[in-house]
């Protein structure tokens, strides 16, 4: 082998095919609406308790009219979104990567398989279960109230299953950062994903976290960007 050949194959990444066109639509489908029921919330939660009563960056900037309609649109969203993920994942035995203690293409490590199960089966439905229970139209419809103690049981769960959503996605995130920033969001955008990491060593360690940082600030500068657009002085 001549050394342009060598060169090549240890410089040029290894190409996996690693998320199909299905998870990535359900995944970037997924992200969108879990921020969106946040900020939403957040929005709805600041009205009801007095104008103001949380920081900007937390909610969306408008009324609690707009809030509830966005959160109930996120809302629907998610759900269909969620049913539809989990039939796809039985149906294509993709779900057998995600579960934990089983024989899987090793795909994910265990730490990563607890936290996606945890999230898909666990707090995904109770967030969902106690949002719709809050609902009067769907209890009339389905009584979940008074199987989840009440009213204002059904707001702390809800309002618990969220925290334990925003600290998964801090978790989430850093591991994401940690493991290989760009190669691993490539891999959630594109499917394709450099096995063997080369040539992304520097994805690896502090530097993801660092462009993580650099995220954030984008995503802050945008945000004074519309709140300037919406309440111009
Ligand atoms: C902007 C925010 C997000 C980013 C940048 C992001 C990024 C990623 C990336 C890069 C992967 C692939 C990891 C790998 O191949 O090892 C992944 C997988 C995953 N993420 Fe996220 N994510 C975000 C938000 C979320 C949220 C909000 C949730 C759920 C509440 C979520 C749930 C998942 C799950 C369940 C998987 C595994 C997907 C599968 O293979 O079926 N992500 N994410």
């Not at 996606?116 to 229970?133: C, M, N, S």
Request: positive net charge; aromatic residues 12%.
């Amino acid at each position: 082998m001549d050394d342009r050949a060598t060169e090549l194959i240890h410089t040029r990444p290894c190409w996996k095919y690693r998320h199909s066109l299905a998870v990535r639509i359900a995944h970037w489908t997924n992200a969108v609406c879990v921020f969106g029921l946040i900020l939403s919330g957040f929005q709805i939660f600041s009205d009801v308790r007095g104008e103001g009563s949380l920081p900007g960056w937390a909610t969306f900037i408008h009324t609690i009219g707009m809030g509830r309609s966005e959160h109930f649109l996120f809302a629907w969203v998610f759900v269909a979104n969620g049913i539809g993920f989990t039939l796809y994942a039985i149906s294509s035995r993709h779900l057998w990567d995600l579960l934990p203690f089983l024989k899987t293409s090793g795909r994910y490590n265990l730490l990563q398989r607890l936290a996606y199960t945890g999230v898909i089966f666990g707090l995904g439905p109770l967030v969902a279960i106690t949002g719709a229970a809050l609902s009067p139209r769907i209890d009339a419809l389905i009584p979940i109230l008074n199987l989840l103690g009440g009213r204002q049981a059904a707001k702390t769960l809800h309002l618990a299953a969220c925290f334990g959503l925003i600290g998964y996605i801090m978790a989430h995130l850093t591991m994401v950062a940690t493991t290989g920033f760009w190669n691993n969001l490539r891999s959630m955008l594109t499917g394709w994903y450099s096995a063997d990491g080369l040539p992304h060593q520097l994805d690896k360690g502090h530097k993801g976290v660092l462009r993580m940082g650099v995220l954030l600030r984008a995503w802050r500068a945008g945000r004074r960007w519309i709140y300037g657009v919406h309440n111009p002085q």
